[in-house]
């Protein structure tokens, strides 16, 4: 159910949390309209002191999930980062083998059109594994071990292939395991308990006004909801509306 939060489209993930938080809110009201018609005053009203550390407690949760979803996601986007200049570093340095250059730069540019056509999909879908490896990144790989070296120049040169192909596996093999990436169940569970355990405080402390209690849990739900969504909505980073795209390969790619 998280992983299809996290995949989910941006529209289609707003409706289920606004759904879930006002179903809450809404069984709150429910409860307190009941107990006062049953005349049952021990639901309240209580002192509106207990919604601060239930409120700090939910907004330390949030925060705690949020810095972890934002630091997957800058992980995430630094290990395309790394494999666009990585890729774009065998590009310029097989300028120094004029015979071999056209080869890799063909390799290289499947190998790009492979990853937008088939990896990002899959890691969108949470379905990218390690199993596969990239196999004309690895035929450059080997290519570049193969090279006549003639000049102190181009032995250089070869050294530096030889690094960029391998950080550009290494930066491959990050995103793909970053795709994976999610909120752990429990601790989106645990949030949304709190939540409703916030809600509850908010209208134990308005239920002698239903009116005033019913427009309380609007406001606060609708606030939690928001913090809600925008933390599901971030928690996959190759997808969803915030989802990194494959741009700055697409940059690189030899033409």
Not at 167 to 186: C, H, K, N, T
């Amino acid at each position: 159910m998280v992983a299809w939060l996290g995949h989910a489209p941006l529209p289609l993930l707003t409706l289920v949390v606004f759904a879930a938080v006002y179903l809450a809110a809404a069984l709150v009201l429910a409860v307190l309209w009941w107990a006062r018609r049953q005349g049952i005053e021990h639901l309240g009203p209580l002192s509106p002191g207990l919604l601060s550390p239930l409120g700090l407690i939910f907004g330390l949760l949030v925060g705690f999930l949020v810095a972890d979803v934002w630091a997957d996601r800058d992980d995430a986007a630094a290990a395309v980062s790394r494999e666009a200049s990585a890729l774009r570093d065998v590009d310029l340095l097989m300028g120094a083998f004029p015979a071999q250059q056209p080869e890799v730069r063909r390799l290289i540019a499947e190998q790009i059109d492979q990853y937008v056509a088939t990896e990002w999909p899959e890691m969108a879908g949470g379905d990218a594994t390690l199993t596969i490896a990239p196999s004309r990144l690895v035929a450059v790989q080997a290519r570049t071990l193969t090279l006549p070296v003639t000049t102190e120049g181009q032995r250089v040169a070869q050294d530096r292939l030889v690094t960029a192909v391998d950080q550009a596996l290494e930066a491959r093999r990050a995103r793909l395991v970053l795709s994976g990436s999610a909120i752990d169940p429990l601790r989106l569970t645990a949030l949304y308990l709190v939540a409703v355990t916030t809600l509850a405080a908010m209208g134990a402390i308005q239920a002698d006004r239903l009116r005033r209690a019913g427009v309380a849990l609007f406001l606060l739900a609708t606030a939690m909801a928001l913090a809600l969504t925008l933390l599901c909505a971030q928690a996959a980073p190759f997808a969803g509306y915030f989802a990194i795209d494959p741009e700055l390969l697409v940059q690189v790619r030899p033409t």
